[in-house]
């Protein structure tokens, strides 16, 4: 983009020292950091917002393909129905079962330490 040299710097340094004076020159130095720093800042959030606009038309065209080209699909703007519930996973042997599988046990046939005791 722009190559700036060492003798360029040096250059434009001595041409502000003249120009602004040594009082100055701290305050005018300091004002274009900030600048630079907000130019900088701004860019960097346009880059990402326009990012985040191309990956959600991305995004947005691949479900209109999914919802168009699979059969007995809902048509774009309906309520597609729900769908089915993931299955339980299966116990393994010599450890002790998780809370999915305990919850995807049936509610007739409880755990013996939640059965209610005989009296």
């Known amino acids: ?3 700036v040299g060492f ?5 434009t340094s001595a041409i502000a020292l003249i120009v602004l004076g040594p ?10 950091g900030n600048w630079m720093g907000r130019a900088r ?3 960097r959030q346009l880059s990402e917002q326009l990012e985040r606009e191309v990956s959600a038309e991305e995004l947005l065209k691949t479900q209109n393909k999914m919802s168009t080209g699979s059969p007995g ?11 089915a519930a993931p ?3 299966e116990p393994t042997y010599g450890q002790p079962a998780s809370a ?7 509610a007739s046939d409880p755990p013996a330490d939640l059965k209610p005791p005989h009296e």
């Open 73 to 83: 699909a809902a048509a774009p703007g309906s309520i597609a129905p729900p769908a």
């Open 7 to 11: 003798s360029e710097i040096l250059l």
């Open 23 to 32: 009082e100055r020159l701290p305050k005018v130095a300091r004002q274009v």
């Open 41 to 43: 800042a701004m860019a």
């Open 1 to 3: 983009m722009l190559d």
């Open 87 to 89: 299955a339980a996973p």
């Open 100 to 106: 999915t599988t305990a919850a995807a046990m049936h």
